[in-house]
């Protein structure tokens, strides 16, 4: 507890969100997990390892994971052994490809499972940098979620859960259009199985996260650089799971759960974080004007208990200055959790525009060359709310 207090700290923040919620409906959670069975795709990230944490600790019967990284399954593993122990249920690991022969091969020869829950994501904006990165993030988010759907109806599932973002919410960014059309392929799958999602904010210090990135910087003694004007809704990993599992065991058909914007989980900007989190490291933020300067004053600043920050106005593409978790025009039910609101959808009717997308997506997949404006142009007939932020330099031109 005295580690999330400090991360908590860091963020501004006091205490954690969804114990309530939580707490209410455990016994409830336990009754949907007694006996049942769960297959967890993507379940070796930051938020999969949350969720397959929690629901290991309710006792399924049957819990099988499946994520590319080989290495963060062994530490889920060694996690999972060393704290909860062992269960009395089936489970297993396993680092498998979606739509390899591999796991096509395995999900083939396993009975039918009561619940698939889909955490693959490719969640950065800067993957959109370029034609190959951004149909990569198009086949992870889209037709994985598609070809899961598909394999969850067969196989007569209880309920297909996948996670989607707060950017899918009038998106700025083509990683926002993905997720907002792997939304609408959630409501066309509906009326054929149970479904449900979750929009979260920025979870603090994920993989690959810029909060990530500040421990990294900090091990490496190198400057700390983030955007002076960009908000964001900060989560812990923690809560980010109880999120997933709760939309999961407890979401009706077409629900969508998000944490409710509050005094405690309000935006927050980078700069402050960095200061919080070298101030808890025993070192005082120092300004620099230009990225060359943080980094020609580095080993100096820091042999003084001094650690070198680039603070910057956003200039790259896709960036919105501020998140949203819903929109205005959505249904919500912001009474029935006390942290959580609920986002009501109706299922599909006219899906023509996400078939017309995904046979477009199979025809450059099939001619085996696309470019970026391809890709996004039939983006925003999906998603006409799609503005796509240009500024002509992305992330990965920044320190």
Same mark, same amino acid.
Request: proline share 3%.
């Given at each position: 507890?005295?580690?999330a207090g400090?991360m908590?700290?860091?963020?501004?923040?006091?205490?954690?969100?969804?114990?309530?919620d939580v707490?209410?409906?455990?016994?409830?959670?336990?009754?949907k997990v007694?006996g049942?069975?769960?297959?967890?795709?993507?379940?070796?990230?930051?938020?999969?390892?949350?969720?397959a944490?929690? /629901?290991?600790?309710?006792g399924?019967?049957?819990?099988?994971?499946?994520?590319l990284?080989?290495?963060?399954?062994?530490?889920?593993?060694?996690?999972l052994?060393?704290?909860?122990?062992?269960?009395?249920?089936?489970?297993?690991?396993?680092?498998l490809?979606?739509?390899?022969?591999?796991?096509?091969?395995?999900?083939?020869e396993?009975a039918?499972?009561?619940?698939?829950?889909?955490?693959?994501?490719?969640?950065?904006?800067?993957s959109e940098?370029?034609?190959?990165?951004?149909?990569?993030?198009?086949?992870?988010?889209? &037709?994985?979620t598609?070809?899961?759907?598909?394999?969850?109806?067969?196989a007569?599932?209880r309920?297909?859960?996948?996670?989607?973002?707060d950017?899918?919410?009038?998106?700025?960014?083509?990683m926002g259009?993905?997720k907002?059309?792997?939304? &609408?392929c959630l409501?066309r799958?509906?009326?054929d /199985?149970?479904v449900s999602?979750?929009?979260?904010?920025?979870?603090?210090?994920s993989?690959?996260?810029?909060?990530h990135?500040?421990?990294q910087?900090?091990?490496?003694?190198?400057?700390?650089?983030a955007?002076?004007?960009?908000?964001?809704?900060?989560?812990?990993?923690?809560?980010?799971?109880?999120?997933c599992?709760?939309?999961?065991?407890?979401?009706?058909?077409?629900?969508?759960?998000?944490?409710?914007?509050?005094k405690?989980?309000a935006?927050?900007d980078?700069?402050?974080?960095?200061?919080?989190?070298l101030?808890?490291?025993?070192?005082?933020?120092?300004?620099?004007?230009?990225?060359?300067?943080?980094r020609?004053?580095?080993e100096?600043?820091?042999?003084?208990?001094?650690?070198?920050?680039?603070?910057?106005?956003?200039?790259?593409e896709?960036?919105?200055?501020?998140?949203?978790?819903?929109?205005?025009?959505?249904?919500?039910?912001?009474n029935?959790?006390l942290?959580?609101?609920v986002?009501?959808?109706?299922?599909l009717?006219?899906?023509?525009?996400?078939?017309?997308?995904?046979?477009?997506v199979?025809?450059?997949?099939?001619?085996g060359?696309w470019?970026?404006?391809?890709l996004?142009?039939?983006?925003?007939?999906?998603?006409p709310?799609?503005?796509?932020k240009?500024?002509?330099?992305?992330?990965?031109?920044?320190?």
């Open positions: 507890m005295a580690e400090n908590l700290g860091i963020l501004g923040r006091k205490t954690l969100l969804f114990q309530g707490s209410s409906a455990l016994n409830e959670t336990k009754a007694a049942a069975s769960f297959l967890i795709i993507g379940g070796a990230g930051s938020i999969g390892q949350q969720v944490r929690q /629901i290991f600790a309710l399924p019967r049957r819990l099988h994971v499946i994520d990284s080989e290495n963060n399954l062994v530490e889920l593993v060694r996690d052994r060393s704290s909860i122990g062992y269960i009395s249920g089936d489970f297993k690991t396993l680092a490809d979606v739509g390899s022969t591999e796991c096509e091969a395995f999900l083939r396993q039918p499972y009561d619940y698939v829950l889909n955490l693959s994501a490719m969640k950065h904006v800067r940098k370029d034609p190959y990165s951004l149909m990569r993030m198009i086949r992870v988010n889209i &037709l994985n598609e070809s899961t759907l598909a394999y969850a109806i067969q007569k599932s309920k297909y859960f996948a996670v989607s973002s950017k899918a919410v009038n998106p700025a960014n083509a259009a993905t907002r059309v792997m939304e &609408l409501l799958a509906s009326r /199985i149970q999602t979750a929009r979260f904010a920025n979870v603090a210090f993989d690959g996260s810029l909060l990135g500040f421990h910087r900090l091990a490496k003694r190198q400057p700390i650089s955007p002076r004007d960009v908000l964001r809704y900060f989560m812990t990993g923690q809560e980010a799971g109880h999120l599992v709760l939309s999961s065991l407890l979401g009706n058909n077409r629900e969508l759960f998000f944490p409710k914007p509050s405690e989980l935006l927050t980078f700069p402050g974080i960095a200061v919080r989190f101030e808890s490291k025993g070192y005082a933020p120092h300004p620099c004007a230009t990225e060359e300067e943080a020609g004053r580095a100096e600043l820091i042999s003084q208990r001094k650690w070198p920050c680039y603070f910057f106005t956003s200039d790259t896709g960036e919105k200055s501020a998140e949203e978790m819903f929109s205005q025009a959505e249904d919500l039910d912001m029935r959790f942290d959580i609101g986002s009501r959808h109706q299922e009717k006219d899906s023509s525009s996400v078939e017309e997308f995904l046979k477009a199979r025809r450059f997949l099939d001619a060359t470019d970026k404006g391809d996004a142009e039939i983006l925003l007939r999906a998603v709310e799609f503005r796509h240009a500024a002509g330099r992305t992330l990965d031109d920044r320190m």
